[in-house]
């Protein structure tokens, strides 16, 4: 079973495929649901925080697929985010950060294993500087 706030995410993920809307209006429309209206409104008083809670990771660039934007007018305003750039960036660094925090006696290698660690650490360093290359382009 999902927690409230992945059933907000799921949700918002469909009703933001093709508009943007604000955190108000998010709210409206997650209540319109019969299942979320359950999740959200609870012995008659609305658990707004839920949705606060989601919008501040969407707004942290936390929750794949979703962004948040300021319109023209100042209004933050939320829509989903085809760029899988950002989703591909997050997962690269957490594997990199994984394979770096590996301890490799040195003592304890050939000469083949230490060309090996060494062009892992390049190829992680070239593929950091191309990501960020990548990021500056948009």
């Known amino acids: ?19 943007q809307v604000t955190a ?3 709210w409206c429309e997650l209540i319109k649901d019969d299942q979320l209206k359950n999740v959200l409104i609870v012995n008659g008083k609305p658990r ?5 809670g989601v919008l501040q990771r969407i707004n942290n ?19 989903k985010d085809d760029n899988k750039l950002v ?6 660094e957490l594997l990199a950060n994984e394979v770096e925090s590996i301890e ?18 390049r190829d992680i360093r070239d593929l950091r500087y191309d990501i960020n290359e990548i990021k500056l382009a948009f």
């Open 1 to 19: 079973m999902q927690s409230a706030a992945q059933q907000v995410i799921s949700k918002m993920k469909i009703m933001l495929a093709d508009r």
């Open 24 to 26: 108000g209006q998010l």
């Open 48 to 52: 707004k925080g839920v949705l606060r």
């Open 61 to 79: 660039g936390k929750v794949p697929g979703l962004k948040s934007i300021i319109d023209d007018n100042g209004h933050r305003k939320y829509e």
């Open 87 to 92: 989703d591909m960036e997050r997962h690269f």
């Open 104 to 121: 490799i006696d040195d003592n304890k290698l050939n000469g083949n294993q230490r060309r090996l660690r060494d062009k892992t650490a």
